[in-house]
């Protein structure tokens, strides 16, 4: 098989201190008008949904990370993203926040921290708080599937086993302006352009470590959430997950398929509000003290290599069809 791999920077020395960056998406919180059909979606994809106060918790089994709630709310909405920061770092963003004029708030009703509180530049609420590395250190292996002569390699298909992420790889936002989206997210939280497609589309990674993207943008008319991608060990794994999900009642979206800018092999199941949970294996990896060398690319490159056309509503923002008011003012 020829070797289709394309080096894309150099190692540089890396000083942790000398870089003021958040480490990790330590956790997304989504409203949901229906919290049953929300444990439902999530239980069935292969996450480990727990009670928690007024709303669901969002654990992959075998992990003690929170990687996001669901609260209940008149309409979708992502409510906030909190970062993770190392616990030296919190004052120096505190300084840096401050000096670039960025006004901090208190935190939300029922989501006190000890972190710091603030909108980015059309109001969507961050939060930066001290928390363990989440993303990973290395690249997540991806699991060989190939068996020795006189062996069947695949399951039957009613012996099938049930798909259990790993973890929580990155998540994609709607923007009205992906061109500030970067530079706020570069400019304040420290994260690094890794690749973009004009002012369509946008992957940023984390300078400690991280995929490829633990944050991407999309342009749109209004904010909101597009996809939740969650990391699988295998590649069999993304399909026998939406197999599964498909014959539980959830066969839309969109794969097999493998992307371009990021290179994971991919799986979207739409969820029930018009977003997807994707299914990934084998996204880039960013070591620490990696310069990534971002491109600007064209539009073709920017969703897939290969995989079945794309639904004419994949890249719709349905957030932006009832905007409302404004759900988070905290």
């Not at 120096?92 to 603030?118: H, K, T």
């Amino acid at each position: 098989m020829p070797d289709m791999s394309i080096k894309r920077g150099v190692q540089r020395p890396y000083v942790r201190s000398d870089l003021l960056a958040v480490h990790s998406l330590n956790e997304f919180v989504l409203a949901v008008p229906d919290l049953e059909e929300a444990r439902r979606f999530y239980t069935l994809f292969g996450l480990d949904v727990r009670e928690d106060g007024a709303g669901l918790s969002l654990y992959t089994f075998g992990n003690p990370h929170r990687w996001g709630r669901i609260v209940e709310g008149p309409r979708k909405r992502s409510h906030h993203l909190s970062f993770g920061c190392f616990e030296e770092d919190l004052p120096r963003f505190r300084g840096r926040l401050e000096a670039n004029g960025v006004a901090l708030i208190d935190a939300p009703a029922g989501f006190e921290s000890n972190g710091l509180w603030f909108r980015d530049f059309e109001g969507s609420l961050v939060e930066i708080v001290i928390a363990p590395k989440s993303m990973p250190d290395e690249k997540t292996r991806v699991e060989e599937l190939a068996v020795a002569p006189g062996y069947q390699g695949a399951a039957f298909r009613r012996t099938a086993p049930r798909i259990y992420p790993s973890r929580l790889s990155h998540l994609l936002m709607f923007t009205s302006s992906v061109p500030q989206a970067i530079e706020f997210y570069e400019r304040h939280l420290g994260l690094k352009l890794s690749d973009h497609s004009g002012d369509e589309i946008a992957f940023l990674h984390g300078v400690h470590g991280s995929d490829h993207h633990l944050l991407a943008f999309g342009g749109s008319t209004f904010r909101g959430l597009h996809h939740l991608s969650w990391d699988v060990p295998a590649i069999d794994e993304v399909g026998i997950g939406a197999a599964y999900m498909a014959a539980n009642g959830y066969a839309a979206g969109w794969g097999f398929g493998r992307h371009v800018l990021g290179s994971n092999y991919f799986h979207y199941v739409r969820d029930p509000w018009g977003s997807y949970s994707e299914y990934s294996c084998g996204i880039d990896f960013v070591p620490p003290g990696f310069e990534w060398m971002s491109s600007n690319n064209d539009s073709e490159d920017s969703l897939y290599l290969f995989g079945p056309t794309v639904p004419s509503d994949f890249v719709t923002n349905y957030e932006a069809q009832d905007p409302g008011p404004r759900d988070n003012e905290g």
